[in-house]
């Protein structure tokens, strides 16, 4: 099919489809003359891969390409696919040596400890945590750092089941783009079910008043 | 403070503060001159508050702004405010009408139906779910639908502390901010803890050469 049909198909505008061949998300159309291209369906599902990762995954345009090249590398790892998942959903941030950060690092090590976690040094995570923690404490707030241990007990029961379900199929085939996915849409599902567990808690303490 | 020592103290660069003040995001100096504005600790303040929205909470431009007018909005209802928050917080996508939006409505209604959740039917975490499961059908997977109630257990049991937190504080000075900061920040710290969860679920299941 043409450009034009692909963005029909997709619903993508031709002008992101050209956007994402530029920077790589999505290979090259077959050239069937200088200036007109071929795509197939595996463009198709592409384009809807890239979509997902962008728009329902909340990446970066350089997470999805992170993400992209860990599915299509063949001999990649399942433990570096993980890995380029996990960094491509943490928030990024440059890190800042100040007493804030001293003190988060304290607090994410504790944690660890106290829940006899298995977690590396450079784990994403484990940055990400320690920026959010800093970042809340220069702002002079206090109101996550209560909450904790409840956070991390909700994601032990999370990344437990999570892991069980990739290690059980315990298949190759197709498997990277699979857990890909999981841990990125994955995400997204659990921060819509926490605005939905929300307003039901907001509603059952507050009562109907409460409703929006 | 001129524009060039509120860039050092807060370590964002001049032309990302004249971006901020362009934006909305940060409000205008005081001018001293025609092209020479005074900024004080109100102004430092706000800048940090604007980083950890976009850079740790992962918002876009225009979900800062909405979150930062509620912070501002003295008339603002809590439960307005937890709203933005949610908004600004969840992947917003253009809803497509098709087999698989209406096969995720059904899920997610089910869901809600199962849990006895109190959730109006524009609440933006359901609609973020909707988005994210009709996604994955389109895609043609289901990795993350056999993990949906053990993301919906674990999140229930998140939504009600974080509610009961703000409720037993019942305070309204400066508890607007507190609320939409604790959403934003919140839901990034969960993302970082689930990253580490999932590393020590790993190294626990595969055994040390599992580990990164």
Redesign the interface.
């Known amino acids: 099919m043409r450009v034009a049909e692909l963005s029909r198909r997709s ?1 993508v505008s031709v002008a992101s489809i050209k956007y994402y061949l530029r920077e790589g998300l999505l290979p090259p159309g077959e050239l069937t003359s200088p200036n007109q291209a071929h795509y197939d369906e595996e463009h198709l ?1 592409r384009l ?2 890239v ?2 990762l962008l ?4 990446l970066t345009v350089a997470g999805a390409r992170d993400v992209l090249a860990t599915v299509d590398d063949e001999q990649v790892d399942l ?2 696919a ?2 380029t998942a ?1 960094d491509a ?3 990024s ?1 440059q890190p ?1 040596e100040d007493d804030a950060s001293v003190r988060a690092e304290k607090v994410v090590a504790d944690l ?1 400890a106290r829940r006899g ?4 040094e450079n ?4 940055r ?2 320690v ?3 800093a ?2 404490d ?2 002079g ?1 206090d ?2 750092v ?3 241990d ?16 990739v ?1 059980d199929r315990d298949e190759r085939e197709g498997s990277v783009e ?2 890909v ?3 990125v ?22 009562g109907p008043s ?3």
Request: aromatic letters at 2%; glycine letters at 14%.
């Open positions: 619903g599902r809807r891969l979509r997902a728009d329902v995954g909340g433990h570096v993980l890995g996990q959903v943490m928030a941030v800042v660890v976690w298995r977690v590396s784990n994403a995570g484990r990400a945590a920026d959010v923690l970042t809340l220069r702002l707030g109101q996550v209560g909450l904790l409840v956070y991390a007990e909700a994601m032990e029961a999370v990344g437990d089941r999570e892991v069980a379900a290690v699979r857990v996915v999981g841990i849409l994955g995400g997204a599902l659990i921060a819509a079910l926490r605005g939905m567990a929300q307003e039901s808690a907001s509603a059952r303490r507050v409460g409703e929006r």
